[in-house]
């Protein structure tokens, strides 16, 4: 796993763009190796060829921080925070999920995200489809109870009225 960075980079938006995917990585304990841009010519030269030609922005040099998984290009920042956020970060990474994480539970097999391109819906979990399902079921079974209480209103409505009672309003 790589991050390509810019240590000696005074723009803020770009440290802490590099200081949030460092961040997670550490904390995930997921290993990877930083690569500084500023300092070696190589590194940087190495990342402007290996970021895809529609993740460079127009002037043809793509920011850090770009993230990568040995050769394999993961993302700029923008993807990996969706990723992030979508919670199928490792699939994003190419990496296996932890056990007993959420992206672990998926039920759909995840394709493989090409070139950081991110879409959340196609990965729901099992739990979040069951929860759906049964919202949508409860919804049904709540207008069913409704329209069964609206119909017995009316028929005492028309027994009452039969034997003379003033109806009832229900409110």
């Known amino acids: 796993m ?50 895809p030609g529609e993740k460079k922005p127009q002037n043809g040099i793509p920011l850090p921080p770009q993230i990568f998984n040995e050769e394999q290009y993961c993302g700029d920042f923008d993807s990996f925070f969706c990723a992030k956020e979508e919670n199928f970060i490792y699939s994003f990474l190419g990496l296996a999920p932890p056990p007993g994480s959420s992206e672990g539970r998926m039920t759909e097999e995840i394709p493989d995200v090409p070139n950081g391109e991110v879409s959340g819906e196609e990965h729901k979990t099992e739990e979040e489809t069951e929860k759906s399902e049964v919202t949508e079921e409860n919804e049904s079974h709540a207008e069913d109870s409704t329209e069964a209480e609206a119909d017995s209103a009316e028929v005492k409505t028309e027994e009452q009225q039969e034997q003379g009672e003033e109806p009832v309003t229900e409110v």
């Open 2 to 51: 790589y991050t390509l960075l810019q240590e000696s980079d005074q723009l803020s938006m770009i440290k802490k763009k590099q200081q949030e995917v460092v961040g997670f990585l550490e904390a995930n304990k997921i290993d990877f190796k930083e690569m500084d841009i500023a300092c070696d010519e190589d590194n940087r030269k190495w990342m402007r060829e290996n970021v």
